[in-house]
C-alpha cells in the first residue's frame, strides 16, 4: 500500500469533518510523503486544509473561532454528557446550583446523566461539590 492510499484509508476511519494533523500519518511514511499527499489531497478537493497556525476561518457564512482547551474541559465531548457537562462550564460557578443539576436531570436521559456524575474527577471542585449536594438533597441522605 502507497503512503498516499495508506492515509485516505485512515481518513476514512477518522470521519467526515473531523479535524486531524499531519503528526498523525507519521508511521505511514516519511514527513516528506506524508505532507506532499496531503497537499495533493487538497488540491484535488479531497480535503480542506482548515488552518495553519489561523484561529478563525470561515465556512460558507459560518465563522469558526478555534480556541485551546484545556483536556477536562472536553471530557465526554460528543455525547449528551458532554454537552451537559459544557453548559456547566458555561454556566460557572455562580450560576449553577442544585436545581441547575436537577435540570440537566430531568433532560439527559438516564445513562446519560450517570456518564456526567462519573466523570467528577474532571470537574473542577465547585462543580463536583454541587453535583453532590444535588444528590444528597435527591435522595434526601
Do not use: C, N
Not at 495533493?40 to 465556512?59: A, I
Not at 466523570?119 to 449536594?133: C, I, K, Q, V
Request: proline fraction near 4%.
Amino acid at each position: 500500500m502507497t503512503t498516499a492510499e495508506a492515509i485516505r484509508k485512515q481518513i476514512k476511519e477518522i470521519g467526515v469533518g473531523e479535524p486531524f494533523t499531519s503528526t498523525q500519518f507519521k508511521g505511514l511514511g516519511t514527513r516528506a510523503s506524508v505532507d506532499q499527499t496531503l497537499s495533493r489531497l487538497v488540491k484535488q478537493g479531497e480535503m480542506v486544509r482548515v488552518s495553519r497556525g489561523s484561529r478563525e476561518l470561515k465556512l460558507g457564512k459560518l465563522q469558526l473561532i478555534l480556541k485551546h482547551v484545556a483536556p477536562r474541559k472536553l471530557a465526554l465531548s460528543g455525547r449528551p454528557s458532554g454537552l451537559a457537562l459544557s453548559a456547566l462550564w458555561y454556566l460557572g460557578k455562580k450560576q449553577v446550583s442544585p436545581r441547575t443539576i436537577k435540570t440537566i436531570q430531568e433532560k439527559l436521559a438516564p445513562e446519560a446523566f450517570e456518564e456526567l456524575k462519573a466523570e467528577t474527577r474532571s470537574m473542577p471542585a465547585w462543580m463536583a461539590d454541587t453535583l453532590h449536594r444535588y444528590e444528597k438533597e435527591a435522595t434526601g441522605a
